[in-house]
């Protein structure tokens, strides 16, 4: 490609080849064509790399590492690679409708900050269930850390952001780049320090432009539980966070990964915590105490049972109307999976990569 791309979209990927091959070929059909496409191979990775040299489209970049350094890190490289003005996230393991660059585009240029990070609805894609997240978008005038992490119902939360659906300028990633070495959280991480700058703010398009799927069959990071990192990470950003999405987040993200410990003294650290430094509210005390009491597969019986979702996967509507892309000639359709525990506030971080 010679001229300069409208969008960067980067990739990190490591050891999935098949997965990121789905990925790159959602990336290229994309109805702006104006693009670059950055794979960030994370790691010694001979099979990917092979995978990747058969694509036979200039708009491909692949960039090796040398180290394994994990998602964020390789999201940072893929930024300082991207010529384009806008770059655009995309996880190995999920995949983008045609229209998707175009229509956060089109946001990008009515929005009124002057920065916009532009982010979409997605569709979930799991054996239980395919829906939309998030189930609505920001008020006008509501804190976007409250958005993305105040309950109004027991078993969900209603605001959302996965790192696939996100499209922001190149130059505010550079200026905020992700954060090495966090496990978890790693959208929700960023999305609150981008839009604390004054210049900033967060777009949400009506339309669910991502399929993201979340398979059992392959460990994922938002299936494990690293509370205590994630303990401290939660404080260290408390200046970002109003009183009652620091409780929120307290007493439910990470109180789900604390409660494995079957632990009172760890129970009682987190509630002081959230009294202390939040303002707790009714729901987030009976989301607490559902979190320590309820075993976690009785509360997704139970959570399922009140969002009326189906037991088995059934396939969703494909074809030109139905929104959702059918399968590609040699390429099979993915099997669906499975949402991580709790349901989540925001994205799950690397979509089961470090």
């Not at 694509?55 to 970049?61: G, I």
């Not at 952001?161 to 966090?182: C, D, H, N, Y």
Request: proline letters at 9%; charged letters at 25%.
């Amino acid at each position: 490609m010679t001229r300069t791309p409208d969008v960067s979209v980067v990739i990190p990927t490591c050891d999935r080849p098949d997965l990121v091959l789905r990925a790159v070929r959602s990336a290229l059909a994309q109805t702006v064509d104006t693009i670059e496409v950055i794979v960030v191979v994370d790691g010694a990775d001979e099979a990917t790399l092979k995978a990747l040299a058969a694509v036979p489209d200039d708009r491909l970049r692949v960039v090796p590492l040398a180290e394994r350094g994990g998602a964020p890190n390789a999201r940072n490289v893929g930024v300082r690679e991207a010529r384009a003005e806008w770059t655009a996230f995309l996880d190995d393991d999920d995949e983008w409708l045609p229209e998707k660059l175009a229509v956060q585009l089109a946001a990008a240029r009515s929005a009124e900050a002057p920065l916009p990070v532009v982010a979409s609805r997605l569709l979930n894609r799991t054996p239980r269930a395919e829906f939309v997240l998030p189930r609505r978008l920001p008020e006008p005038g509501e804190p976007i850390s409250e958005y993305l992490t105040v309950r109004r119902g027991l078993f969900h939360g209603d605001g959302f952001i996965q790192t696939s659906t996100i499209m922001a300028p190149t130059e505010l990633l550079r200026r905020v780049p992700f954060t090495v070495g966090l496990r978890r959280q790693q959208e929700l991480d960023w999305t609150l320090r981008a839009v604390s700058h004054p210049d900033v703010d967060l777009v949400m398009t009506e339309e669910a432009l991502v399929v993201w799927h979340q398979d059992e069959d392959r460990p994922r990071i938002s299936l494990q539980s690293p509370w205590a990192a994630q303990f401290e990470w939660l404080q260290e950003i408390r200046p970002l966070l109003t009183p009652r999405a620091y409780a929120a987040l307290a007493m439910s993200v990470i109180s789900s990964m604390a409660a494995t410990t079957r632990s009172f003294r760890v129970f009682r650290l987190l509630l002081a915590e959230a009294r202390r430094h939040g303002r707790p509210s009714l729901i987030d005390y009976v989301t607490y105490l559902q979190i320590w009491l309820i075993p976690p597969d009785l509360r997704h019986q139970l959570r399922d049972r009140v969002l009326n979702r189906r037991r088995t996967a059934q396939p969703a509507p494909q074809g030109p109307d139905s929104g959702v892309p059918g399968p590609r000639a040699g390429h099979a359709e993915p099997t669906p999976s499975v949402v991580g525990e709790p349901e989540p506030v925001a994205g799950s971080g690397g979509g089961g990569r470090q």
